[in-house]
């Protein structure tokens, strides 16, 4: 049997409903492009409160929900003049010391509206490495959702050299769900999901709804481009769906950039679904 399906849209509706609404326990990855203006680098406000109201939705059907947010960069560099040239190492970090400090208003302010509290966690590949740190953090993760506030976390962009380079919170958000054991991974982003081609060079490309196993026909399909401020392409997503995926959890990819993106999703929207083997 062939290990994907395309185009099956007309069904996918309640399949998606059933399934996000049966998770017990999601990670929610958001997009630097989804949080932060693409242009300003203004937090998208109106869209944010959105995304909460999905949230506080899910938390209503008794569900646990962690985020991974990207965007301290994106919406830090604000304060930089560097539209004419990309920012330097030390920028970034400088960048993503004032932005995070912006999103979280952002959203511990939503989630206060809503009754809900939250808790930041920034990490490294290092933190999640390490067995003592790996457990602290799962500790904290734990206490956090024990106590009805909701879990924010980034990467720690100021110890991180290579995460500010190449990392991507695309392979944090697998690793979260393999710490706390989610049952779904939802990346956020600005893409519907994995083409049979990339859809800007061939409009015919045709979205791969369902994965099944993750095989070089697979692999090919991920293209390399890459947004001006995230650092995840096609090629981390799907590294980070066989961190998922080999610890049991399901992962979706969907695009987040419209108003109420989870229901998107759950009301059949385009996505990417892959599934644990068998
Ligand atoms: N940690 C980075 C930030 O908050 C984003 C990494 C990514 O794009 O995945 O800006």
């Known amino acids: 049997m062939s290990s994907l399906l395309v185009q099956q849209r007309s069904t996918a509706a309640p399949t998606s409903s059933i399934r996000l609404a049966s998770a017990r326990r999601l990670i929610v990855k958001i997009g630097s492009a989804l949080i932060g203006d693409a242009e300003t680098g203004e937090i998208r406000g109106p869209w944010l409160e959105t995304l909460i109201e999905d949230v506080v939705r899910f938390f209503a059907r008794g569900q646990q929900v962690i985020l991974v947010t990207s965007g301290a960069v994106a919406v830090g560099s604000s304060h930089f003049n560097h539209l004419d040239r990309s920012l330097r ?29 939250v808790g930041q966690i920034l990490l490294t590949r290092e933190d999640i490495d390490d067995q003592h740190r790996r457990l602290n953090a799962a500790s904290t993760l734990h206490q956090l959702l024990k106590v009805g506030a909701v879990p924010i976390i980034n990467e720690n962009d100021t110890t991180a050299t290579a995460e500010i380079c190449f990392g991507d919170n695309d392979r944090l958000a697998a690793r979260v769900a393999q710490l706390v054991n989610a049952d779904v991974v939802v990346l956020l982003s600005n893409v519907d999901g994995l083409f049979s081609e990339n859809p800007h060079d061939n409009p015919a490309a045709r979205l791969v709804t369902q994965v099944r196993c993750i095989t070089p026909e697979i692999e090919a ?16 997503k799907l ?21 109420y993106p989870l229901a998107a999703i759950e009301n059949g929207g385009p996505s990417t679904w892959f599934f644990p083997p068998l």
């Open 89 to 117: 190492v030390e920028e970034k970090k400088t960048a993503a010391a004032m932005g995070q400090v912006q999103i979280m208003c952002a959203y511990e302010r939503s989630f206060r509206r809503h009754g809900f509290g």
């Open 221 to 236: 399909m991920a293209g390399h481009s890459l947004a001006r401020h995230s650092s995840g392409g096609m090629v981390t």
């Open 239 to 259: 590294m980070a769906a066989r961190i998922a995926t080999d610890a049991g959890c399901e992962m979706i990819i969907a695009r987040g950039d419209k108003s």
